[in-house]
């Protein structure tokens, strides 16, 4: 008789009990107020340590409540919970811009400008050369040329985060996230699923709107590999267990790196690496993954001048650049359904693509000389709109066209030239 029955039909509870009477902080609460708000409740009860983050969504009321003794005393009451007082202002996540910068890498020119692609386009990007050549440097720097989280995205991921328990700050992530799995993880741990008491998300859903990057890509498992297809393919991930399905999100931009032999220096004369060897190597990497991955590039090792030469670029210069061709993108795109360049299918290409004949010609030479399946075709021309966005230009040139090719398939460009 302590708590009245139809005050629980206006709010809801949530929070772990202990056996003291004390309520301890359950992650998720992000996810628990959308959904509170979603219901139409007045209002949301839970720990002290959660009650910043539940307010991050608006329309709802929100109190902390310490101990049993003190959630009965709030249902008891006449009001349903309101909004609390405003904290002090709290030091700020680190801005979007923050960490490695674009400045501190020296020569690789062509790997500068895949990563501002890349980032401009959300296209997916696999890095290859020998050992020591600025990789994973390269991939480090791509959340610095990024557009910050803002909006409902921000909201999403600092939801998912929440859930999977690495952030309860009160504050939103808007920063987007960057995820570096080791090689050995298993497959549940990179598309989800494992974990007691019910599947969880994977490191391709805590990558949501963000990065994921898979160094050394021939060292994972081929089983983990080829079940990133679906989530790339359609930006979520669905798992089955037991009786019970789950669909997690999971668009996020896929960088990755590796070697192109097992001892990293073919074709050279440092190669130790025997015929069978290499093609071992080649068959863990299958064609339908990496045909999902629009933008390839050579990262070779730098020249001894190069070394000593001012960068190709700072972050701040890149992400000017990355940001003025997503406005271009979210102008032409308005209204479409699609965001970005990267995310158009074979119908958004033919709407949005505009080739003049130039880039027509190039296009039809690259696909007759080289081994472009039809969906690399289509990836192709959404990597020269992008490249033309970064140039400003309203068409797609030969120009735009031969770099695209040229950061899918190199012997096309050669053999362009050679023409």
Not at 116 to 132: D, I, K, R, T, Y
Not at 372 to 396: E, K, M, N, P
């Amino acid at each position: 008789g302590q708590v009245p029955v139809e005050a629980l039909e206006r709010v809801a509870v949530f929070g772990e009990l202990s056996l003291s009477g004390a309520v301890r902080p359950v992650r998720g609460a992000l996810a628990v107020a959308e959904g509170v708000a979603r219901a139409g409740l007045a209002g949301l009860l839970l720990a002290p340590e959660r009650v910043a983050e539940a307010l991050l969504i608006e329309g709802i009321g929100v109190a902390a409540v310490a101990s049993l003794e003190e959630l009965a005393a709030a249902l008891a009451a006449d009001e349903p919970p309101g909004r609390p007082e405003p904290p002090p202002p709290r030091t700020p996540l680190p801005d979007a811009r923050a960490g490695p910068d674009l400045a501190d890498v020296r020569g690789q020119r062509a790997g500068v400008q895949a990563l501002q692609v890349a980032a401009a386009g959300e296209h997916n990007l696999f890095m290859q050369g020998p050992p020591g050549t600025g990789k994973t440097m390269l991939a480090r720097r791509l959340p610095s040329i990024l557009p910050a989280l803002e909006g409902s995205d921000a909201v999403e991921v600092t939801r998912i985060h929440s859930v999977a328990g690495i952030h309860n700050g009160g504050q939103l992530i808007e920063r987007r996230p960057f995820r570096a799995p080791h090689h050995t993880i298993s497959p549940p741990g990179l598309v989800g699923g494992g974990g007691a008491g019910g599947p969880y998300p994977g490191e391709v859903t805590l990558a949501h709107r963000g990065v994921l990057f898979l160094d050394e890509l021939a060292e994972f498992s081929r089983s983990g590999l080829e079940a990133l297809r679906q989530p790339l393919e359609d930006g979520v991930v669905q798992i089955v267990r037991g009786q019970r399905a789950i669909e997690f999100p999971a668009r996020f931009m896929l960088v990755a790196a590796g070697n192109p032999c097992r001892c990293g220096f073919a074709p050279s004369d440092r190669c130790t690496c025997t015929e069978a060897e290499l093609a071992a190597h080649r068959r863990r990497l299958s064609g339908p993954l990496l045909d999902r991955i629009d933008v390839r590039v050579a990262v070779e090792r730098p020249a001894g001048h190069e070394l000593t030469a001012p960068p190709q670029s700072t972050s701040q210069a890149a992400r000017d650049r990355v940001l003025a061709a997503r406005e271009r993108q979210r102008k032409r795109l308005a209204g479409t359904g699609y965001a970005v360049n990267g995310r158009l299918d074979a119908r958004g290409v033919r709407d949005h693509v505009r080739l003049t004949l130039a880039g027509h010609r190039a296009l039809q030479l690259g696909y007759e000389k080289s081994m472009l399946s039809a969906r690399g075709h289509h990836r192709v021309l959404r990597v020269a709109r992008t490249i033309a966005d970064l140039d400003g230009d309203d068409r797609v040139g030969k120009a735009a066209v031969l770099e695209a090719l040229s950061l899918r398939e190199k012997r096309v460009a050669a053999q362009e030239a050679a023409a």
